[in-house]
């Protein structure tokens, strides 16, 4: 029976990935609750959460350390087992990219003409899939330290979910790449350039960018060239993490064709990539009236003799008429999921009233991502 409990036996990462806007960061602070108050210590590394959510776990001071989030808020939400603690921390991929360098830097000088090196300061924020690649450094770091029983990883909003599998990839290709190394060899692009001297070009570029643009890549490069072994050797590290035994993914997709479609998608790469799908969650799914359509007339008259109005009830009847074909359309799409993932957990949750910001929403959620399929079914059809 699918539940979150089950899924997550025996592993030690889950990762919630999935296209944007979808519900990872609510996804993943949920599950990390539910652990927690199953007994397990956990640690969820969010990316960019509502500000709300963030607050209500006791985030909003927070840089990139993880926190513990308070038990007592923790057990006026359910049962708490023994032992469960619940740990939270919002991924900064500058500040955990700061950290890296200072671990690969042969020494304090090297460290800081990198960290103070104004090109670097800008590609630390924009090199592509950074902020993907810093998610899971963070990950490896916080899993060699082994402290936590299980860690739920968030993953960043990108367009395309496969952005996250592929980021230690590109990071190392990026590195490994032409473009740098034409910087970094000593005979390179920048070196011959910074050799010259300020030519015209060179001293109309820095009236234009207002610093010294060249010497200050120069300097980036050569210093940046003796950490690439080190970040080489740890892209491949995390790589290897992702395909672990113990290392689960969770995709997350709403209920429409093309989001179910990319949900698909993912689970085939994952496959391909020989890495674990643990089960696909759908989220704000809208659930039916009853297992057939309701006739707009029977609807109407049922719905009058409680409002005594007879046009609010027809108008209402139209409503939920409206809403149940796009229920039958969720309906529709999450069989097609379960068909081409066959025998993969699926798990839905409804389409709340509210959006998702605190404890107790969490706890909502996990009235459906903790309890197994026949629970669910009797709790859509209470109407809750
Ligand atoms: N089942 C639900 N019912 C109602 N609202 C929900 C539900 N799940 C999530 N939400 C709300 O939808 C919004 C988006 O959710 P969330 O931030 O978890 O998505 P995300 O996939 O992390 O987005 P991003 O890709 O931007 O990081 C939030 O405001 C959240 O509270
Ligand atoms: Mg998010």
Not at 169 to 177: D, N, P, S, W
Not at 296 to 301: D, F, I, P, Y
Request: hydrophobic residues 40%.
């Amino acid at each position: 029976m699918a539940s979150v409990e089950n899924i997550l036996e025996g592993n030690r990462i889950c990762i919630c990935a999935g296209s944007g806007g979808v519900g990872k960061t609510t996804t993943s602070a949920a599950i990390a609750l539910g652990m927690a108050a199953r007994g397990f210590k956990v640690c969820v590394l969010t990316i960019d959460p509502a500000k709300r959510l963030a607050d209500s776990l006791g985030l909003e001071q927070l840089g990139n350390e993880a926190t513990m989030v308070d038990p007592e808020l923790i057990s006026e939400h359910g049962v708490q087992e023994e032992g469960g603690e619940l740990w939270a921390m919002m991924l900064d991929a500058k500040e955990t990219f700061d950290a890296l360098v200072s671990r690969h830097a042969e020494d304090e000088e090297a460290r800081d003409r990198v960290l103070n090196n104004r090109i670097y300061q800008q590609i630390s924020g924009a090199l592509a899939g950074s902020q993907e690649y810093m998610a899971m450094e963070k990950l490896f770091e916080l899993h060699s330290e082994g402290r936590f029983d299980l860690l739920v990883l968030d993953t960043p909003p990108s367009r395309n979910a496969l952005d996250f599998l592929n980021a230690p990839q590109r990071l190392t290709q990026f590195i490994e790449g032409k473009s740098l190394q034409v910087f970094i060899r000593p005979t390179g692009f920048a070196a011959r350039i910074a050799g010259r001297g300020a030519g015209v070009a060179l001293s109309v570029l820095k009236r234009l960018v207002g610093f010294d643009l060249l010497a200050d890549l120069s300097e980036f490069f050569t210093a940046f060239s003796g950490m690439i072994d080190g970040f080489q050797e740890r892209g491949h590290r995390v790589s290897a993490l992702l395909a672990d035994d113990e290392t689960t993914f969770i995709v997350v997709c709403g209920p429409q064709a093309d989001q179910v479609e990319e949900a698909v998608f993912f689970h085939s790469k994952l496959v391909e990539q020989k890495m674990n799908f643990g089960g696909a969650v759908v989220n704000r799914v809208r659930y039916r009236l009853g297992t057939k359509a309701p006739k707009l007339k029977a609807l109407t008259s049922k719905l009058d003799g409680e409002i005594s109005n007879p046009e609010l009830a027809e108008t209402i009847a139209r409503n939920l008429l409206e809403y149940d074909v796009l229920a039958q359309r969720d309906a529709k799409n999450i069989a097609v999921l379960r068909k081409t993932i066959s025998g993969e957990p699926v798990i839905r949750i409804p389409y709340l009233d509210t959006d998702v910001h605190d404890i107790a929403g969490l706890s909502e959620i996990n009235r459906y991502l903790f309890t197994n399929e026949k629970e669910r079914v009797d709790l859509a059809s209470n109407g809750n």
